[in-house]
């Protein structure tokens, strides 16, 4: 049986408990200032410290989507070939996934202006990691390449996102940039499957793709009909859990790259 890390599930366990805690201390101390109704997609705010109870708790989601991804990238012959050549990719991208969880928690948690702001820089992180792994790879470059695509991705996500009029369908235009990002994550990949020479598993992608869609129709839906403050059933509930099935399902579709020679065997 091959060996397998610890390293990818030690640090993202790391990373998972230090933000989940400090999420705590920030919302029983009150450190993300006062309820200002930022980020209510339907649920009634309760009284106490936790505002939006479904909406903050279906966040668990993502951080369990990040340690599957940090568990599955500590077995070599599980991640292909091709991103085992980018050491640390994936461990840095199950931290973004699992950070994903109390970023928007915050939000939902306090419903502050804090916690709304740290939501969408969450989302900015996600998108931007995304569209730098693709364009690394398409242009051959390295992981400073990477980082630099990131940098600008969340920096121009965050300059867009200061736009304070309304966007049709995507309510603001951190969610336009935010979807401009996934939309080139999406045509890169494509395009890096027929061009080849390495072979990837798009069905993994389409799954996330298709899973990705189905969330977003429902979070538009329980904004325009679909909505009953006083359930613990919400719409924004299931977008959040489909949408840590989505990051899951992208890291497989990265794992399943390999060499024309490895795909073979």
Not at 49 to 66: H, R
Not at 127 to 153: C, H, K, T
Not at 192 to 208: E, I, N
Request: contains cysteine; proline residues 5%.
């Amino acid at each position: 049986m091959p060996s397998r890390s610890r390293r990818p599930l030690a640090v993202t366990s790391g990373v998972a408990l230090v933000s989940v805690g400090l999420l705590w201390l920030a919302v029983v101390q009150g450190w993300l200032g006062p309820d200002v109704g930022r980020g209510a997609f339907c649920e009634a705010a309760r009284p106490g410290w936790l505002k939006q109870p479904a909406n903050t708790l279906s966040n668990l989601g993502f951080v369990v989507s990040g340690l599957l991804v940090a568990w599955r990238a500590g077995r070599a012959d599980r991640v292909g070939d091709v991103l085992p050549r980018h050491p640390g990719v994936a461990t840095a991208y199950a931290c973004v996934v699992v950070l994903l969880g109390p970023g928007s928690a915050a939000m939902h948690a306090t419903q502050s202006a804090a916690g709304g702001h740290l939501d969408v820089l969450s989302m900015y992180v996600l998108a931007s990691f995304a569209a730098g792994y693709a364009l690394m790879r398409w242009f051959g470059r390295d992981r400073l390449f990477l980082a630099q695509v990131f940098s600008l991705g969340v920096a121009g996500c965050e300059l867009l996102g200061t736009y304070d009029g309304r966007v049709p369908v995507v309510l603001h235009a951190g969610n336009l940039a935010f979807g401009v990002l996934l939309v080139t994550t999406v045509a890169v990949e494509v395009a890096l499957a027929r061009r080849g020479p390495a072979r990837t598993d798009l069905r993994w992608g389409a799954a996330g793709v298709g899973t990705t869609l189905v969330a977003f129709a429902i979070w538009n839906a329980s904004q325009h009909g679909w909505c009953d403050p006083e359930s613990l059933v919400q719409g924004h509930a299931v977008w959040h859990l489909l949408g840590a099935v989505s990051t899951y399902l992208l890291f497989r579709m990265w794992a399943s790259e390999r060499s024309p020679a490895r795909a073979e065997r």
